[in-house]
């Protein structure tokens, strides 16, 4: 992996994400609104966004919307989504939004490596508050 893309507006969570990706071989790049995230795939070209669930007007599961019908008009590369969730209730619109899996906030360092690992890999994670099966 080498580079992602976190789309959020909470400084917090763009730290617990650089903490737990970031090494030599991984930039981590962030926008700060949901609308900022086609230009910014387009532009990055990240193998995995980040979307948290609330980011300004445009929260992550319409984001994830978007990339998915800009892949799908040929507009954009498609690209790997790992949602962070707010409650375990959003899990159903996670279901709906074609992301490739999501966890429940709070996240910790190792069970967002393993779900980007299992995401990058081309496997599903949906995660609640439990640990990755």
Do not use: Y
């Amino acid at each position: 992996m080498s580079n992602v893309l976190i789309a959020t507006d909470a400084d917090w969570i763009r730290d617990d994400v650089v903490a737990a990706l970031a090494d030599a071989d991984t930039e981590v790049s962030r926008v700060h609104r949901g609308a900022e995230v086609v230009e910014a795939v387009a532009a990055l070209a990240p193998e995995l966004v980040i979307l948290d669930m609330q980011i300004g007007s445009m929260g992550g599961i319409a984001t994830c919307h978007s990339l998915r019908l800009e892949a799908g008009a040929g507009r954009l590369n498609p690209v790997k989504v790992l949602l962070l969730l707010d409650r375990g209730d959003d899990r159903f619109l996670a279901g709906t939004s074609g992301a490739d899996g999501w966890l429940v906030k709070p996240i910790d360092a190792f069970s967002l490596q393993r779900a980007v690992r299992k995401v990058l890999a081309g496997e599903r994670v949906e995660q609640s508050r439990s640990a990755l099966a």
